[in-house]
């Protein structure tokens, strides 16, 4: 009986086992979704003249707002011109009243932002979703890399928004990580638990052919 027991144990974790794996890799891979670059050098015909613009990058969708100024890029920079200078591939910075705001077409973390010619007396002003505004700082780098270890979600409707204080900078690029929606993490759910259910039928057709065969084994 023992043994019975015993090997109707090690039949169900390994039908299960497959489903487990699939299901956990599943998760796992939408947690550690790929991060995506938007790189803003050299992009004079996507941002120049224009005060809006949209850019799109593996397949999520970034809309820049300059507000009353322009969006301008070069080979070496990219940032906000005053209302008079609309010249394309003239390349600025961010500075002054200057405020960049920038909206997804779906949820996305934040997780990077590069920038050249920060001082020290220079800051990143950044507002990501609904986090209290923080302030990047020169790192004392040629480029200033800033990467956030925490969640820095920004939802659709919400915004990404930088500034500058004390001086102006160029804005090299960010990136961003795609959110699963509520409902795609529910569908793996339930796909786990269609492949854990064909499983045990699977296991319970199996059992009694086993016990079948047990009960025509010799006895000692």
Same mark, same amino acid.
């Given at each position: 009986?023992?043994?019975?027991?015993?090997?109707?144990?090690?039949?169900?974790?390994?039908?299960?086992?497959?489903?487990?794996?699939?299901?956990?890799? *599943?998760?796992?891979?939408?947690?550690?979704?790929?991060?995506? +670059?938007?790189?803003?050098?050299? $992009?004079?015909?996507?941002?120049?003249?224009?005060?809006?613009?949209?850019?799109?990058?593996?397949?999520?969708?970034?809309?820049?707002?300059?507000?009353?100024?322009?969006?301008?890029?070069?080979?070496?920079?990219?940032?906000?011109?005053?209302?008079?200078?609309?010249?394309?591939n003239n390349?600025?910075?961010?500075?002054?009243? =200057?405020?960049?705001? &920038?909206?997804?077409?779906?949820?996305?973390?934040?997780?990077?932002?590069?920038?050249?010619?920060?001082?020290?007396?220079? $800051? &990143?002003?950044?507002?990501?979703?609904? *986090?209290?505004? &923080?302030?990047?700082?020169?790192?004392?780098?040629?480029?200033?890399?800033?990467?956030?270890?925490?969640?820095? =979600?920004?939802?659709?409707?919400?915004?990404? +928004?930088? =500034?500058? *204080?004390?001086?102006?900078?160029?804005?090299?690029?960010?990136? +961003?990580?795609?959110?699963?929606?509520p409902a795609?993490?529910?569908?793996?759910?339930?796909?786990?638990?269609?492949?854990?259910?064909?499983?045990?039928?699977?296991?319970?057709?199996?059992?009694?052919?086993?016990?079948?065969?047990?009960?025509?084994?010799?006895?000692?």
């Amino acid at each position: 009986m023992f043994l019975l027991v015993e090997r109707e144990t090690m039949l169900s974790l390994q039908a299960f086992r497959p489903a487990l794996v699939a299901l956990a890799v *599943s998760l796992f891979a939408c947690s550690t979704e790929a991060a995506i +670059v938007f790189n803003l050098f050299g $992009q004079p015909g996507t941002f120049d003249n224009n005060s809006t613009a949209m850019l799109t990058v593996g397949g999520i969708t970034a809309t820049f707002d300059a507000g009353s100024d322009n969006l301008n890029s070069n080979a070496m920079t990219f940032g906000i011109s005053d209302g008079n200078n609309t010249s394309a591939n003239n390349g600025d910075a961010i500075g002054g009243n =200057e405020v960049l705001t &920038i909206t997804f077409d779906q949820v996305v973390n934040v997780t990077q932002v590069v920038a050249t010619n920060l001082s020290t007396t220079e $800051q &990143i002003l950044a507002t990501i979703g609904l *986090s209290p505004q &923080i302030s990047l700082d020169d790192t004392g780098d040629a480029i200033d890399t800033f990467n956030f270890s925490s969640s820095n =979600e920004v939802a659709v409707g919400q915004s990404f +928004v930088l =500034e500058a *204080s004390g001086g102006d900078y160029s804005l090299t690029s960010f990136s +961003v990580t795609a959110v699963p929606e509520p409902a795609s993490l529910g569908f793996l759910a339930i796909g786990g638990v269609v492949l854990l259910n064909r499983r045990r039928r699977s296991a319970s057709r199996l059992l009694p052919k086993q016990e079948a065969d047990a009960s025509e084994l010799p006895e000692r």
